[in-house]
């Protein structure tokens, strides 16, 4: 019997405890779906971007830096054991608008997967656009053990919070593909590129074969300098190896006689040349030039890299380059470091018709 002579029914009772249940269930659902996803993931729930990104949130710039050297490292692991094999698996995905054959390996499909699922693994919430198909059916789960390497965390002490939706991650699993089933070796790169409301902020350049890793941050830190000095007046031009001849009839024109022109494979060490790199196999030039259409993939990780150091890339009207949006470009290309680069751009009008 109940105080005062109130009687409780047991359907009273049940009914609430029942509502009660339903209360504890809505406060902790959310939760406890957010930890046994991450169980299922191998993984422990790390405060910051991982948890924050989930719901849109922001993330860690100087975390996205450190994850994208890895996944570069790592697709750079899978494109050198794919090619020391000799096994390539090559295959055409059709024609480039040049008419050659757009190949394929199993070199880029390998650093593809762990590349992209590396990165989407790490950043759920943030857009990723990569060269390579993504099969669905063959994900691969790679946590990343969220530590920093001490050389990123010398050159940006404090974290970078952006919104999580205002990034676009581009990869390019396997740069110069052409060369690498020539067994061109040194031409090959893989890369990572972050842009925050379309502009490039963070690159990443992979050397598979030489294993060094150039990156930067605009106005975070790099681990690559510019070089000391640039020729302006008679430049070393490097340029797309089916783009030697075009070029050079118009750099003679604008330059004179004494201007040379090194043909290369890959746009990832073709800005590499520019820059003050430690790697005996890297060319040195002054200025980088690409006359056709480019992928934004090619050149992003370049960009930013060049913005980090005070140098442009522009397409060669001078237009600078959004990454959001297409893939694609088609005012050809014009980089430099160290030098007055719309003095360039005026210099150069006639390489955008030839482009065409």
Not at 70 to 78: N, P, Q, S, T
Not at 115 to 133: C, D, G, R, W
Not at 167 to 189: F, G, S
Not at 324 to 331: A, K, P, R
Request: include cysteine; glycine fraction near 10%; charged fraction near 25%.
């Amino acid at each position: 019997m109940a105080p005062m002579g109130i009687r409780l029914s047991p359907l009273g009772v049940a009914v609430f405890f029942l509502l009660g249940l339903g209360v504890l269930y809505h406060l902790y659902s959310g939760f406890l779906a957010g930890r046994f996803s991450l169980f299922g993931l191998g993984g422990e729930p790390a405060g910051g971007a991982a948890e924050v990104a989930a719901d849109g949130g922001t993330v860690d710039l100087r975390e996205m830096l450190a994850v994208a050297v890895l996944a570069a490292e790592r697709g750079g692991d899978e494109v050198r054991r794919v090619r020391e094999s000799n096994v390539l698996h090559e295959k055409s995905k059709g024609k480039t608008r040049e008419g050659a054959d757009d190949k394929m390996t199993s070199g880029d499909v390998l650093s593809n997967r762990k590349m992209f699922y590396l990165l989407k693994t790490a950043f759920p919430s943030v857009q990723i656009n990569t060269e390579e198909h993504v099969d669905a059916s063959d994900k691969e789960v790679i946590v990343w053990n969220r530590k920093i390497p001490e050389d990123i965390l010398k050159e940006i002490a404090a974290p970078k919070e952006v919104p999580a939706e205002s990034v676009t991650v581009w990869i390019d699993p396997l740069d110069a593909t052409q060369e690498y089933t020539e067994d061109l070796r040194k031409y090959v790169t893989t890369m990572v590129c972050v842009a925050v409301n379309g502009k490039p902020v963070l690159g990443v350049i992979h050397k598979p074969f030489s294993e060094y890793t150039a990156w930067a941050m605009v106005d975070g830190g790099s681990n690559v300098k510019a070089r000391s000095s640039y020729n302006e007046k008679t430049p070393k031009i490097i340029v797309s190896r089916s783009h030697a001849g075009m070029v050079k009839e118009v750099a003679l024109q604008t330059f004179g006689n004494q201007t040379s022109i090194i043909p290369a494979g890959g746009a990832g060490y073709k800005v590499l040349a520019l820059l003050d790199v430690p790697d005996m196999t890297q060319e040195k030039a002054d200025l980088y030039i690409h006359v056709t259409y480019i992928k934004k993939w090619d050149i992003c990780a370049g960009n930013a890299i060049l913005k980090a150091l005070g140098g442009h890339m522009s397409t060669l009207s001078g237009e600078e380059i959004s990454y959001t949006g297409s893939d694609g470009i088609e005012g050809g290309l014009l980089a430099s470091i160290r030098m007055n680069h719309q003095a360039l751009v005026r210099k150069l009008p006639n390489l955008e018709k030839s482009g065409h």
